[in-house]
């Protein structure tokens, strides 16, 4: 009943009134016995949309979806290695606004907002001040497009592209539809697994009309964040033409099992999501407890592939500063059945 009544708010209103004290969340789930694992960061502070925390098992501290957004104590704990630009995007901005790492593709943060603080955020440290681009910038990124003609699509990020208003992306997506050589725009986005209802008529029409391809891929972690609301929302943004696409992080005490992540694969697909990419964490500065050694990932892919068919297998990922693509982890095995793997 509680979700209902979330559900039946406009996603505007359920992201104003986002839950951005601990206390209240730990009173709402029952565990204020937490209290003494947690803390409140000031950089980046806690915020969770009603609707996912309802996803969420009543006085269960280990809950998976919880353990994403509550910060702990662990947090504070310096590990060598872990760093506030783990991908080294801060030399990365010919523009501002602009990262062009990829060969073919460039991309936009288009606001530093989101609907929800993931603790494992690898840009939670990120200067969005001084990166983000105004609308007197656009003109300015459109010409850097068209003097890159090997650019074909356009990423847009954060933050989240979705926690901006219709009037604002469909202002971006006006300039980029203006320029002839790209094909393809693409939307990363939590968007519509804690706010479902963002992906909304005018939303899905306007990508209908796009002349470009629209692709969205979705930060899904877990099988649970996929209740039947959310699965409907994702199915008709399918049916509107948009290719669905998911990109998780494997994330200790999360989701780093073979039955967590057959669910989540099975689960997607159910909604009209296609698995793209798994990616080892980022070492970004506060997420070290999350982190999962390589060779566990190597296993699990290899559980993974026994138990799915291929299309349901994201690929096992890593991105690398200064790196033009995604690093994907190749793994085989030799004629005696042993398990490699390396980093091309």
Same mark, same amino acid.
């Given at each position: 009943m509680i979700n209902h009544l979330i559900t039946q708010k406009n996603w505007q209103t359920q992201l104003s009134e986002a839950i951005t004290s601990i206390d209240e969340l730990l009173e709402i789930l029952n565990l204020e016995t937490m209290k003494a694992q947690v803390y409140a960061p000031a950089h980046f502070p806690l915020r969770v949309p009603r609707a996912f925390v309802a996803k969420m098992a009543m006085g269960d501290a280990h809950d998976p979806l919880l353990k994403q957004v509550l910060p702990d104590r662990q947090?504070? $704990?310096?590990?060598?290695? %872990?760093?506030? =630009?783990?991908?080294?995007?801060? =030399?990365?901005?010919?523009?501002?606004?602009?990262?062009?790492? %990829?060969?073919?593709? $460039?991309?936009?943060?288009?606001?530093?907002?989101?609907?929800?603080?993931?603790?494992?955020?690898?840009?939670?440290?990120? =200067? %969005?001040?001084?990166?983000?681009?105004?609308?007197?910038?656009?003109?300015?990124?459109?010409? %850097?497009?068209?003097?890159?003609?090997?650019?074909?699509?356009?990423?847009?990020?954060?933050? =989240?592209?979705?926690?901006?208003?219709?009037?604002?992306?469909?202002?971006?997506?006006?300039?980029?539809e203006a320029i002839p050589q790209l094909t393809t725009i693409r939307l990363h986005t939590r968007l519509p697994l804690v706010i479902p209802e963002r992906l909304d008529d005018a939303l899905l029409d306007r990508f209908s009309q796009s002349r470009c391809n629209i692709v969205m891929v979705v930060h899904c972690n877990h099988a649970n964040e996929i209740d039947t609301n959310t699965a409907q929302y994702l199915q008709r943004a399918r049916v509107a033409g948009i290719v669905m696409l998911n990109q998780a992080v494997l994330l200790k005490g999360v989701n780093d099992s073979v039955v967590t992540q057959t669910a989540l694969s099975q689960r997607l697909f159910a909604a009209g999501v296609l698995p793209y990419y798994l990616h080892v964490l980022d070492k970004v500065l506060g997420a070290a407890h999350f982190d999962n050694n390589e060779q566990s990932a190597v296993d699990l892919y290899w559980s993974l592939l026994a138990k799915l068919p291929g299309y349901l297998v994201p690929k096992l990922v890593k991105e690398l500063p200064n790196r033009p693509f995604k690093v994907p982890i190749n793994i085989y095995k030799d004629s005696q059945g042993m398990q490699d793997s390396k980093l091309w």
């Amino acid at each position: 009943m509680i979700n209902h009544l979330i559900t039946q708010k406009n996603w505007q209103t359920q992201l104003s009134e986002a839950i951005t004290s601990i206390d209240e969340l730990l009173e709402i789930l029952n565990l204020e016995t937490m209290k003494a694992q947690v803390y409140a960061p000031a950089h980046f502070p806690l915020r969770v949309p009603r609707a996912f925390v309802a996803k969420m098992a009543m006085g269960d501290a280990h809950d998976p979806l919880l353990k994403q957004v509550l910060p702990d104590r662990q947090e504070q $704990i310096a590990v060598t290695g %872990y760093i506030t =630009d783990p991908l080294a995007e801060n =030399d990365q901005n010919p523009i501002k606004g602009l990262l062009h790492k %990829y060969q073919s593709r $460039i991309l936009l943060t288009v606001t530093g907002a989101c609907a929800i603080h993931c603790r494992y955020c690898f840009r939670q440290h990120f =200067d %969005y001040n001084a990166n983000m681009p105004t609308s007197t910038e656009h003109l300015a990124i459109a010409s %850097y497009i068209k003097e890159h003609p090997e650019v074909n699509e356009v990423i847009l990020s954060g933050g =989240d592209p979705l926690s901006v208003s219709n009037r604002r992306l469909f202002a971006w997506l006006d300039t980029l539809e203006a320029i002839p050589q790209l094909t393809t725009i693409r939307l990363h986005t939590r968007l519509p697994l804690v706010i479902p209802e963002r992906l909304d008529d005018a939303l899905l029409d306007r990508f209908s009309q796009s002349r470009c391809n629209i692709v969205m891929v979705v930060h899904c972690n877990h099988a649970n964040e996929i209740d039947t609301n959310t699965a409907q929302y994702l199915q008709r943004a399918r049916v509107a033409g948009i290719v669905m696409l998911n990109q998780a992080v494997l994330l200790k005490g999360v989701n780093d099992s073979v039955v967590t992540q057959t669910a989540l694969s099975q689960r997607l697909f159910a909604a009209g999501v296609l698995p793209y990419y798994l990616h080892v964490l980022d070492k970004v500065l506060g997420a070290a407890h999350f982190d999962n050694n390589e060779q566990s990932a190597v296993d699990l892919y290899w559980s993974l592939l026994a138990k799915l068919p291929g299309y349901l297998v994201p690929k096992l990922v890593k991105e690398l500063p200064n790196r033009p693509f995604k690093v994907p982890i190749n793994i085989y095995k030799d004629s005696q059945g042993m398990q490699d793997s390396k980093l091309w």
